[in-house]
Each structure stands twice: as structure tokens, then as C-alpha cells.
């Protein structure tokens, strides 16, 4: 789906300019994404497996919900509206805790050039994952596993199954993670 998004200099700095997300992917111009880890109090991690028919990595697992800032929208409350869209959930800004922002380029094409600036967030999720509904146009599939088994395929083994995202960029998810999970003990 096409939306007016915000665009942002190299450094990720607003410009005052907005444009339809089809025009910023095609010219490779930055914009603000939000990336939310949904985790378990017993260590597992929630993954999507993206829909089949999505344009950039159709069928990869990837992070429990993402998508594009809409033109003037609050960071938080884009989190909150990608949750209700992609999983069916409700939750508040004030679940939400943020990780970071990591710049990403990925040249998938001459006509599709992904500069975005992902503002990263987890949350507890408090719900059996029988309990989501998926948004069927943009996932295929939801599961959870252990985190530890999350760090062994995404660095250890380097698993092709997931969406490929820096190593730095996993290594500091997980990073996060585990300290939520410490921190609740």
C-alpha cells in the first residue's frame, strides 16, 4: 500500500519534505521506519515471516512488527498503529521501550532503493500468540522461539531464512533483549 511518508537527510534529520513511500524507494531517499520486538517473560522472541507477495524479502522471518512513518506521525504512536494493523493487538505508547535507530541502505533493485532509518522499540507480549491476528496482505506467518536459539541462527549459523539486517543491528536487538529479560528477575 502507497502512503505519504516524511523524508529525511542522510543523517536522518527531517527535510519538511513528504512523499508517496512507491517515490521515496524508487529515488533511494532516507525515511523513518519503526521496528517493534515483541518478547515473552520466558525468553522467547515473536518473528513474521513477511507475506508472500511483499516487495522486499517475501517469506523471510523478520521483526515481530514494522513499518513506515506516516507523514507526520508521531514515532510511538506508529509503533502502536503497525501493532493493531500487522498483529491484531492493542498496546500504548507507553509499552513500548525504545532500542535505538539503525540507518539501513538495501539496493533490492534499479527501481528500488530502501534508504530508512528503522526507530527500534521492544515490548512485552503479554498474549498467547494464538490470540494475534495477522494481517494477511503483509504476514504470512507468526511464531516465537527461544532467544537463544534467535542469536545462534542470526549470528552463529547466519541462517538465510531471516531478513538479512547488520550484524551490529542484531547483535544490539539482542543486547536489549537480554537485559529486559535480566532486568525481570
Not at 519538511?16 to 529515488?27: L, V
Not at 491484531?88 to 528500488?112: A, C, E, N, T, Y
Amino acid at each position: 500500500m502507497d502512503e505519504l511518508i516524511d523524508i529525511l537527510d542522510a543523517d536522518g534529520n527531517p527535510t519538511g519534505q513528504s512523499c508517496m513511500k512507491s517515490e521515496a524507494h524508487r529515488y533511494g531517499l532516507f525515511h523513518p521506519t519503526v521496528h517493534i520486538w515483541f518478547y515473552t517473560s520466558d525468553g522467547e522472541v515473536l518473528l513474521q515471516q513477511r507475506g508472500k507477495d511483499k516487495d522486499t524479502h517475501p517469506l523471510l522471518w523478520d521483526v515481530s512488527v514494522a513499518g513506515h512513518v506516516g507523514a507526520g506521525e508521531d514515532l510511538e504512536k506508529s509503533a502502536v498503529r503497525e501493532v493493531a494493523e500487522e498483529i491484531g493487538l492493542i498496546i500504548r505508547p507507553s509499552d513500548l521501550q525504545k532500542i535505538g535507530v539503525f540507518k539501513s541502505v538495501q539496493k533490492h533493485s534499479v527501481r528500488l532503493i530502501d534508504c530508512e532509518f528503522h526507530h527500534t522499540f521492544m515490548c512485552e507480549l503479554k498474549e498467547p500468540i494464538e490470540n494475534l491476528k495477522k494481517q494477511e496482505s503483509e504476514v504470512e506467518a507468526l511464531d516465537s522461539i527461544p532467544i537463544s536459539q534467535f542469536k545462534k541462527e542470526v549470528l552463529d549459523t547466519m541462517s538465510d531464512k531471516y531478513v538479512p539486517h547488520k550484524k551490529e543491528y542484531y547483535e544490539t536487538i539482542l543486547k536489549a533483549l537480554k537485559s529486559k529479560l535480566i532486568g525481570n528477575r
